[in-house]
């Protein structure tokens, strides 16, 4: 894991946003790419002024969806950003760092207890926003867990817990992020870039494919 944090040094890519911005974010992150994602939020910005629970809870489906256009699936993304807007706004009067000052697990339920928000979504709202000690886990963590056989669950929670296991916690953020890096870059879903890969020496796909091929041989 040190080789891959050099490899792709963290992007810190919450820094200066809001706790309920970096929750906006993740919703608008969802099945597509990173820049995409950030034209979504910069729309967002510029339609609201500033994205808060009450200016997103008082703007229209409509206009949130014709500002997030970029970032795809707006007319899904944009009922569960104004409904999750306008609970954060009555339940904890607009105030995402209320729920990011309770203990983790506490903390994590509150999240998942906003409309339409999982424990992946919790979960780098907790890490990126909180900096709490978490792993969260997307498709790229996923599929990098079972190819180092750290775990063959499917389960988002063994596979979370199977990183933390295995992680400091102070290097999960840096830690999560280079895996998310390190799986878009060469740890693909489809024909990942082995013959570049710096890990490949410890990585038990890479080393059970290799048996395979001289077997074969
Ligand atoms: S060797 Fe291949 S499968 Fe293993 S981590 Fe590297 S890119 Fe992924």
């Not at 099945?31 to 950030?38: D, F, L, Y």
């Not at 009922?79 to 994590?108: N, Q």
Request: net charge positive; aromatic share 6%; proline share 6%.
């Amino acid at each position: 894991m040190r080789v891959l944090e050099k490899t792709y040094p963290p992007e810190e890519w919450a820094s200066g946003m809001t706790p309920f911005e970096v929750l906006v974010s993740t919703v608008l992150s969802q099945s597509t790419t990173v820049a995409n994602e950030r034209r979504g939020m910069e729309r967002l910005r510029a339609a609201l002024g500033e994205i808060t629970p009450m200016n997103v809870a008082a703007a229209s489906r409509t206009d949130i969806a014709r500002a997030i256009w970029h970032a795809g699936l707006a007319r899904q993304k944009a009922p569960r950003i104004r409904a999750i807007g306008r609970r954060v706004a009555s339940a904890w009067h607009g105030d995402l760092e209320a729920i990011l000052g309770l203990p983790t697990d506490d903390a994590r339920r509150a999240l998942m207890s906003l409309p339409g928000v999982g424990p992946k979504t919790a979960d780098v709202v907790l890490a990126m926003a909180g900096r709490r000690a978490v792993f969260p886990v997307d498709t790229h963590v996923a599929r990098i867990a079972r190819r180092w056989n750290l775990t063959k669950a499917f389960d988002y929670g063994a596979i979370r817990a199977a990183f933390e296991r295995w992680t400091p916690p102070e290097k999960r953020i840096a830690w999560h992020l280079s895996v998310i890096a390190h799986g878009r870059t060469l740890c693909k879903a489809q024909r990942p870039l082995c013959n570049l890969c710096p890990v490949a020496r410890d990585c038990d796909w890479y080393r059970a494919r290799r048996r395979r091929v001289r077997n074969k041989g």
